[in-house]
């Protein structure tokens, strides 16, 4: 098993894993953590730690990160380069974390590096646009 931990500023991270639960069910090897105003890269490391003795990180720990350089993924980065068994991916949103919960119900063994793909190709494919000019209109629609 492989832990997750969605780190960002604010709530975003409480909230986001709120929205995955709505559709994915309750998560037990999952930890949001926060940074809030007044706190630094000390506090959240320290938060860090405190989810990851909560989790089964048999087989490694992604950390899901809001921001690239940011606060909480520059304390992500003082674990990640500890352990060999964790990786960060920036840029978190809601299809990237069902992806990697959904993951989580595989057993098997896992590749952090894999996983650190497989998240960044689901927050990727999550990102869609849409307008009417793009519509085609299908000339059985038209009787």
Avoid at 15 to 29: F, H
Wanted: charged residues 20%; aromatic residues 6%.
């Amino acid at each position: 098993m492989f832990g997750i931990i969605v780190g960002t500023h604010g709530i975003f991270a409480e909230e986001i894993l709120k929205s995955c639960e709505m559709i994915c069910g309750e998560q037990k090897n999952v930890q949001s953590v926060t940074l809030v105003p007044g706190e630094g890269l000390d506090d959240v490391v320290k938060k860090y730690e405190a989810a990851i003795a909560e989790l089964d990180c048999t087989d490694g720990l992604l950390f899901l990160n809001d921001l690239f350089g940011g606060s909480p993924y520059n304390a992500a980065c003082r674990l990640v380069a500890e352990n060999e068994a964790y990786g960060i991916v920036t840029g978190v949103n809601l299809p990237m974390l069902i992806e990697m919960v959904s993951t989580q119900c595989v057993s098997g063994k896992y590749d952090i590096l894999a996983l650190m793909e497989q998240a960044c190709e689901a927050g990727k494919n999550g990102i869609q646009g849409f307008h009417v000019s793009k519509m085609e209109v299908d000339k059985d629609d038209d009787l």
